[in-house]
């Protein structure tokens, strides 16, 4: 056979393997090189994502002291025996009689007004705790500015005062603040 006939055929041939077999590898390859080179991508953006959370984990770590005063502040469950306990506790600091405590309801207040604060915060509820103390009216003043300072968030709404056989009874309406 001539040998001008076997260098086009075999060129052929070449050029034939080429297309059907070794182009259509190389472009599956470039495919996965791209798939590939995607994925590490989303990997290190993952990797990243969990450094965040971990640096910031860290970061609130240091402000746990904060934290657990802001969750005495506000309590999952307003009317709760710790929040009783510290009632008792701060009246009896200061001189005060725990004569009675219960949950009361809420004083009516225009609708407008009570609207805005639920759109405002719907996170933290609003609720009322009646609580009755005998003692002196310096000793209730001195109770009202511990409830004051205290880190729990406790507003008093209402205070009246009764004279009962020459002792002094103070019932206050407080509202308590706690989450939903």
Avoid: C
Avoid at 41 to 64: C, V
Avoid at 114 to 124: H, K, L, M, Q, V
Avoid at 140 to 162: G, Y
Wanted: charged share 25%; net charge negative; proline share 3%.
């Amino acid at each position: 056979m001539n040998k001008s006939f076997i260098v086009p055929i075999l060129f052929f041939i070449a050029l034939l393997i080429i297309v059907y077999i070794v182009l259509p590898e190389f472009y599956n390859f470039n495919n996965f090189r791209k798939e590939l080179e995607t994925r590490n991508q989303e990997i290190k953006s993952i990797e990243d994502y969990h450094k965040k959370i971990n640096d910031t984990f860290n970061e609130l770590k240091n402000y746990e002291e904060n934290l657990e005063k802001i969750n005495s502040a506000l309590p999952d469950n307003y009317f709760s025996p710790s929040l009783l306990n510290y009632i008792q506790k701060t009246s009896a600091e200061n001189g005060m009689f725990l004569k009675g405590a219960g949950l009361a309801t809420a004083p009516t207040k225009k609708a407008e007004v009570s609207a805005e604060t639920e759109t405002a915060e719907p996170d933290i509820k609003e609720n009322y705790v009646n609580i009755t103390l005998i003692g002196s009216y310096d000793s209730f003043k001195t109770f009202l500015e511990s409830i004051e300072k205290s880190s729990r968030m406790i507003e008093t709404e209402n205070i009246l005062v009764k004279i009962d056989e020459g002792t002094l009874n103070f019932i206050l309406l407080l509202k308590v603040f706690s989450y939903d």
